[in-house]
């Protein structure tokens, strides 16, 4: 386990660190507003609040509660901690990567009027995009190993298209600069990724069991 942990996590995290600091490093001082400020043009009430649910569903209580119901729920289904940990591993990976490199690179938020509370962190890469990544790409991966095909691919589908929707909203909102939210994208699906490989598998989950605990994700 160690001799994995060290390959199969900390040497890939570590390097995922390196290039998301190398590539905000270059970024930081870069102005990129044009597009931030088209969406403030666009701006309107439907669009602000249906922003603000996919935002607040991207909050880190609701990321961390969600993670925590659906892989208890997958536990108890399949009594496999490493498969139903991934999107724990997942989020902690990414948390650990954001907060890390976010303090280093210091990145200033948008220069438009931002329709949310700035938490303290800084702008670059975003936490929201990065959270909700490396969990719904987690739930994706898992259901993988859902037998229904109908349901394997909607639940799939799903998972996919919510951190998509969180990177647009945090964008309208004035909230990150477009390359903080792709960032983010990168973080999240690279740490659902090592946590999907990290710990190699003694027995296939090929039950209809994780269909429960991936379709409360959505």
Known sequence: MARDLATRVLLPATLLWGVIVGVGLLLVEVPENDLNRTLVDLREPALNTATMVVSEGASTLVVIATAVVVSGLVWWQTRRWWFAGVPLIALALEAIVFLTSSAVIGRDRPDVDQLDHAPPTAS?????????????????????RIRNGTVRVVVIVVCALVPVGVAVSRVYRGMHHPTDVLAGLAVGVTCALIAWTWWPERSPVTTDAPTAGASAAV
């Open 124 to 144: 670059y890469p975003s936490g929201h995009t990065g959270a909700s990544t490396a969990v719904y790409v987690s739930f994706a991966l898992m259901a993988t």
